[in-house]
């Protein structure tokens, strides 16, 4: 099945650039036709209330190697890269390697996902108060500006397969290994296909649940899940 459409379906958006430092809790906050930018750390750095937030781990959202997207071979190639920049790989430059192909298949495996109960995060804002008086928060909640992380998935694995429309020399996977430090593993999978799965002891983010939140005169009304936004993370 498609990642992206899957994830959609359970209200979330693969990160499409190289930052990686979301969190759950996070207040981000979007204007009208401005790029979205962290705004606060922590929920709690914002507002204070006497509801206790607890995060759990969502076991029903599985995300295997067998959901994946799948792009034309330049395109790939370009979201790619800027994956690879999210995990400190800038120096794989495959493009200039392989130059033409068929496709790219990205997918991810050994997936968790972490969310906060929306309920939670309702009664929580329902009964919150600003931390301390803030203009600033006040006039971007009034304009519903503010964007709350809900959930995160989580990956340890990224998996690729790149399909030349040439046969690849084996020897271009083993440089690339080379260059990757061991942290990725490259198989030359016969003729024109090349394999490669990272090998990092660390989860990293991939995809974000995000909630707009909507105030009238300082007072919150609700949130509202939003999903495949542009400019959104």
Do not use: C
Not at 78 to 87: A, G, P, R, Y
Not at 131 to 137: A, F, I, R, S, T
Not at 169 to 192: M, P, R, T, V
Request: no cysteine; net charge neutral; proline share 2%.
């Amino acid at each position: 099945m498609n990642l992206t459409a899957y994830l959609k379906e359970q209200g979330y958006d693969l990160i499409s650039g190289p930052v990686r430092n979301h969190k759950l809790l996070q207040l981000w906050i979007k204007k009208i036709f401005d790029e979205i930018e962290l705004y606060y750390s922590d929920v709690n750095h914002a507002f204070e209330s006497n509801v206790q937030l607890t995060q759990i781990e969502n076991k029903s959202l599985t995300i295997t190697s067998s959901n994946s997207n799948e792009y034309s071979f330049n395109i790939g190639i370009t979201v790619l890269d800027e994956i690879l920049k999210s995990l400190g790989l800038i120096n794989l430059d495959i493009g200039s390697q392989i130059k033409t192909g068929n496709k790219i298949t990205i997918s991810y495996d050994n997936a968790i996902t972490r969310e906060v109960p929306v309920g939670e995060l309702s009664n929580y804002l329902y009964t919150a108060d600003f931390k301390h008086p803030n203009p600033d928060l006040l006039k971007n909640a009034n304009k519903n500006n503010i964007i709350i992380v809900s959930g995160i998935i989580y990956a340890k694995n990224l998996v690729v397969g790149i399909d030349s429309d040439s046969v690849v020399n084996a020897a271009i996977a083993l440089n690339f290994s080379k260059i990757a430090d061991g942290k990725i593993q490259f198989e030359h999978k016969g003729g024109s296909k090349i394999k490669m799965t990272t090998n990092t002891d660390i989860y990293f983010p991939i995809a974000i649940k995000a909630n707009r939140l909507s105030f009238e005169k300082g007072k919150f009304k609700e949130m509202k899940l939003i999903s495949d936004n542009r400019n959104l993370f």
